[in-house]
């Protein structure tokens, strides 16, 4: 007779022996060293994104007309820099540069999230129009309103958010369905940009260069009044997706399983929702509408860590993406002032190609 | 120790948006046993394991669970002891069959109380139980169809519920496979769990059931022990097939033989029981 190997299931023995306790005793062990070898794979990979973008980080404070060496940068950064430098550091890049990072992991963790709710690798804020929701109505604010500065980024978190719902509401019939939340999207989105394209053709030149920010995206003279609404906004929103991150771990096992595990599918669909579209509104308006940042930062996470939901990662991507992009538009030869929305597009439109073409090939992306 | 957790359907009635599946149906699942929900396709079937696993609102009448309707309880409370495993379930790329199992433990896990010693082994038993401990770190993908379905229950085994309903475990497997997996829910069944579940094959549902509920455009046409139940009326009943009921030369439980339009009237039915 073979020991019973303690828990609770399956219970009373009517005539069955038990699973024999060493063989219990194996699973326990290859389940402590699979778990064993996620958080290790986690954490080195954690530390890995961590360090690249804490690199990217020391060079944009530190290259550009005026180089500074790390000393200097450091000096500044506590205070201790003579005024020049100072200056440079302080104002100049580091709002720049932090922005770059937090709106970067904003925009990652958004495209994450959607991605693994909607079960789809199209379903980024970027191309499900909730990007183009803000652009648009930024640029109605800007052209038609006559606003500027804060009040225009609130206007944009706003006209993200209002786009979400109504792509919802559209998408929404009965249950939630990825495939037709990221096709109504696809067509909110052009219905937005063409909104966009309107309103401009009827602006003078100089306000039109205004608003351009709002139609590709970028980070050129990002001060510290578009960074500090972003920190906090991100402040609020990013530790609450890690948490929801447990929800949608659950939601990954599909509706009717996680329903049986006791999950409460559309309330935690409906948060996890709020907060993604929340997290792009605010980077959308820091930043302008960036695109691929969002598309590209979950599948490369979610490569480096199979089967995980891997949010912090997805962040951490998407601040390394960021942050390289607006380095190379800043400083790229014979190209001043070029948006970063410029870079990320020219790098993520091929990885876009190749998406649809694989999805039409094996159907997995709808 | 598992209980025996009584479990009772009252006049339940399920839609999919305005389209009435499962009418006005009544049944009390018998404690300890195995119960097989059988009938054609589309017959509402899955539909009513969806609607007793709280999956599916009613649209009148309830399911009691220990006397409590599960649509009202705390869906959490019900998930300790009612394990649904849903018809061909998707896991996320690339997971690993320890974390797949490990998500069983979600309703007894909290926002504060994460992984502990009970869960490993909780998770540790599923594994072993379904003879799937080889296959702890490697990924959910790369698994053939039976090994796929064997960590699937195990997932369910995880989550320690002494109520387990499954919509058609079998399906996609072959039939050693097939055989395979229902021999563990019967040995899970012996250990005292009640089991229910969908399943397409009549003769298997036949030999392993305790309990047969045969379905009909949402409405039960017959329920009660296999030999009672599957006879060559309820077939014509239940899927408009002729057939004829032999015992099952291994367990003696009744086994359909269907007609066709090519091949009847041969065998008389006196005949028939070899």
């Given amino acids: 007779m073979t020991a019973v190997a303690g828990g609770r299931f399956p219970g009373p023995v009517r005539g069955v022996p038990d699973v024999a306790a060493d063989r219990v005793a194996a699973a326990r062990e290859a389940v402590r060293r699979s778990r064993r070898a996620d958080r290790r794979r986690e954490a080195r990979v954690g530390a890995v994104l961590a360090a690249l973008v804490l690199g990217l980080l020391a060079v944009a404070l530190s290259v550009g007309d005026f180089p500074l060496t790390p000393a200097e940068v450091l000096g500044a950064l506590v205070g201790r820099g003579e005024g020049g430098a100072q200056l440079v550091v302080l104002q100049l890049r580091l709002p720049r540069a932090l922005a770059a990072v937090v709106a970067g992991a904003c925009f990652g963790v958004s495209g994450a999230v959607l991605q693994s709710l909607l079960r789809n690798p199209l379903a980024s804020p970027d191309i499900i129009g909730i990007s183009a929701g803000a652009s648009a109505a930024a640029v109605v604010a800007i052209l038609g309103l006559g606003l500027s500065g804060l009040p225009v980024s609130g206007v944009a978190a706003l006209g993200a958010l209002a786009t979400a719902l109504a792509i919802a509401a559209l998408a929404t019939r009965g249950a939630l369905s990825g495939y037709r939340f990221v096709l109504v999207g696809i067509g909110a989105a052009a219905m937005l940009n063409a909104v966009v394209s309107f309103v401009l053709t009827r602006a003078q030149a100089t306000e039109a260069a205004q608003a351009l920010v709002w139609i590709i995206g970028s980070l050129n003279g990002t001060g510290w009044d578009a960074v500090v609404p972003l920190l906090l906004g991100a402040g609020v929103l990013l530790p609450a997706c890690l948490v929801a991150g447990r929800a949608l771990s659950g939601l990954g096992v599909g509706d009717d399983a996680a329903a049986g595990l006791g999950l409460r599918v559309g309330r935690s669909r409906l948060l996890l929702v709020v907060v993604a579209v929340g997290l792009a509104a605010v980077a959308t308006a820091a930043a302008g509408p960036v695109a691929f940042v969002a598309l590209v930062a979950g599948p490369v996470a979610r490569r480096l860590l199979p089967g995980r939901t891997a949010l912090a990662a997805s962040a951490l991507v998407g601040a390394v993406v960021l942050s390289a992009s607006d380095l190379v538009a800043q400083h790229a030869p014979l190209l001043p002032q070029l948006p970063v929305g410029v870079v990320t597009g020219v790098v993520g439109a091929p990885y876009l190609l190749w998406l649809l073409v694989r999805a039409g090939r094996d159907g997995t992306a709808g | ?274």
């Avoid at chain 2, 698994?143 to 989550?159: D, K, P």
């Avoid at chain 2, 059931?209 to 030999?227: L, Q, W």
């Avoid at chain 2, 359909?256 to 339009?261: E, N, S, T």
């Fill in chain 2, 1 to 274: 120790m598992t209980a025996e957790r009584s479990l009772v359907v009252q006049g339940l009635s399920l839609s999919y948006d305005d389209r009435e599946v499962v009418h006005d149906l009544s049944l009390t699942v018998p404690p300890g046993r195995v119960t097989v929900i059988v009938g054609a396709n589309a017959c509402g079937k899955s539909t009513l394991l969806r609607g007793i696993a709280r999956l599916l609102a009613p649209t009148s009448g309830a399911v009691l669970l220990d006397g409590r309707a599960v649509h009202e309880m705390p869906t959490r409370e019900v998930a300790e002891v009612l394990g649904i495993l849903p018809q061909s379930p998707a896991a996320p790329g690339g997971i690993s069959v320890a974390d797949l199992v490990g998500r069983g433990r979600y309703p007894h896990q909290g926002w504060l109380r994460r992984w502990t010693h009970q869960d490993e082994t909780a998770v540790a038993r599923a594994l072993a139980w379904t003879g799937t401990e080889d296959l702890a770190d490697r990924s959910v993908d790369e698994l053939s169809g039976g090994q796929r379905q064997r960590v699937w229950i195990a997932m369910a085994l995880a989550q320690e519920t002494d109520l387990l309903l499954l919509d058609e475990p079998t399906t996609f497997l072959d039939l050693a496979h097939q055989v395979e997996v229902l021999d563990l829910l019967t040995d899970l069944n012996h250990r005292g769990a009640t089991v229910v579940m969908v399943l397409h094959d009549l003769n298997l549902a036949c030999r392993y059931a305790d309990h047969v509920v045969a379905m009909r455009d949402g409405a039960v046409v017959a329920e009660g022990r296999p030999s009672d139940v599957i006879t060559p009326e309820t077939v014509r009943a239940v899927y408009g097939l002729e057939c004829q009921v032999v015992p099952d030369p291994v367990c003696g439980t009744p086994m359909v033989v269907p007609l066709g339009r090519h091949h009847g009237g041969v065998v008389a039915p006196e005949t028939s029981a070899t």
